[in-house]
């Protein structure tokens, strides 16, 4: 529910160019100064804009702090950071948004090179804490030195992106562009999910050196270290099927694979340990293993890309994918009959010691091998049917 027609300097009536987003939550002891100097903002710039307030339920009496100074006021009832800043978006007047939080660790009064990269062309505008300098007890030694620094270069590594401070809370964007990108997280995560996508929809993306503060709050912030920290790595692992699934499964599969070319040819010896069938089968479950890896990596990238949580992939077309079932039923085939050639052949030699006691170290370089085939080209098979079904989605 807006609470408030005021809109800043959006008083005359002109069309609104940028609106200031403060994400709220009892936020009484630092609002009215972040609301001012951001109303001083939009008079130095002289631009014309508004600020704008997504309340997420405060008691402490920040609506009407809010509406007392001219700005206005949006109720947003579902919990949580990524809840409030996409109503804040959505209610937004402004051709551009620039967000920042409501505890005074970011400067308002500075946001002139956020508006020059915005008229230049940027759809995304990003904060760097660590270039523009972090003030002494601004950020937690933890959040410092491991974690923004280690999930930033996870996503840079994941995602190739551009950004130096994934989880800088002061951003600048064209309004239209966010709202294509369809976010949903509704946590601490918003932040990392709004990089990672607009890297993937190939956004024009730039950087302003930004300074943090000690906030001006005298309880506790609402981010949780570790518990925040882990969503953000989780969303960053989901959003990237190759790193979760594809690579991990890839390598281990090749492993698997190497291991157990060596081991068929006989038992090998390193240094004093000696390795053998037994070894031969664990290098067969790695093989199997990786496969699925690989399977789940392909199905989640297919799935994420129907329901619009990744873009599209010309390697995973429909067209593609139909080409792919056929070729894949006649891999999964054909190593179905060599996993049961191999059997009848084991069999026969068995039937050549009259059924009796066989050597195990010789029968199971062919039983495991057969084995392995066996599974792999039914996994094959089923992948690539189920694979079609979800193609057929996309379509």
């Not at 609106?19 to 009215?32: K, R, S, V």
């Not at 956004?203 to 953000?232: C, F, M, N, Y």
């Not at 191999?342 to 091998?369: A, E, M, N």
Request: charged letters at 20%; glycine letters at 10%; proline letters at 5%.
């Amino acid at each position: 529910m807006d609470t408030s027609p005021a809109r800043g300097r959006q008083d005359n009536g002109a069309e609104c160019e940028l609106t200031i987003l403060m994400p709220c939550l009892n936020e009484a002891e630092t609002l009215e100064i972040c609301i001012s100097k951001a109303l001083t903002s939009l008079e130095n710039l002289a631009i014309t804009g508004e600020v704008l307030i997504a309340d997420n339920g405060s008691t402490d009496g920040s609506q009407e702090i809010a509406q007392s100074l001219g700005a206005r006021v949006v109720q947003v009832e579902r919990k949580g950071y990524g809840n409030a800043l996409m109503r804040g978006i959505a209610s937004a007047r402004g051709q551009y948004v620039i967000m920042g939080d409501s505890d005074d660790s970011y400067d308002f009064t500075t946001l002139g090179p956020f508006v020059e990269k915005l008229r230049a062309g940027y759809d995304l505008v990003m904060g760097n804490r660590f270039l523009g300098g972090i003030q002494p007890g601004a950020m937690p030694p933890l959040h410092r030195y491991l974690g923004n620094p280690v999930l930033t270069a996870i996503g840079r590594l994941f995602f190739k992106s551009p950004s130096g401070d994934f989880h800088c809370g002061l951003r600048g964007f064209k309004r239209e562009a966010m709202l294509d990108l369809d976010l949903r997280t509704t946590g601490m995560e918003f932040a990392s999910e709004m990089v990672v996508k607009s890297t993937l929809h190939n956004l024009r993306i730039a950087e302003v050196p930004t300074t943090l503060q000690p906030d001006g709050r005298s309880r506790p912030p609402h981010l949780r270290s570790w518990s925040d920290g882990w969503k953000h790595l989780r969303f960053l692992m989901l959003y990237s099927p190759r790193w979760l699934f594809l690579y991990p499964g890839l390598l281990l599969m090749s492993a698997g694979l190497v291991v157990g070319l060596v081991l068929l040819q006989g038992p090998i010896f390193i240094g004093g340990l000696g390795f053998d069938a037994q070894t031969l089968l664990y290098a067969a479950a790695a093989i199997v293993l990786g496969f699925q890896a690989v399977a789940f990596g392909v199905f989640t990238k297919v799935f994420a890309i129907s329901e619009g949580l990744l873009p599209e992939d010309p390697k995973l077309s429909f067209s593609r994918i139909k080409l792919n079932l056929e070729k894949g039923l006649i891999l999964g085939t054909c190593l179905i009959i060599t996993g049961l050639v191999c059997s009848v052949y084991s069999v026969l030699t068995w039937k050549q010691l009259h059924f009796g006691i066989l050597d195990p170290t010789r029968t199971l370089r062919i039983i495991i091998p057969a084995i392995t085939a066996l599974i792999i080209g039914v996994q094959i098979v089923f992948s690539s049917l189920f694979l079609s079904v979800l193609g057929l989605r996309r379509r």
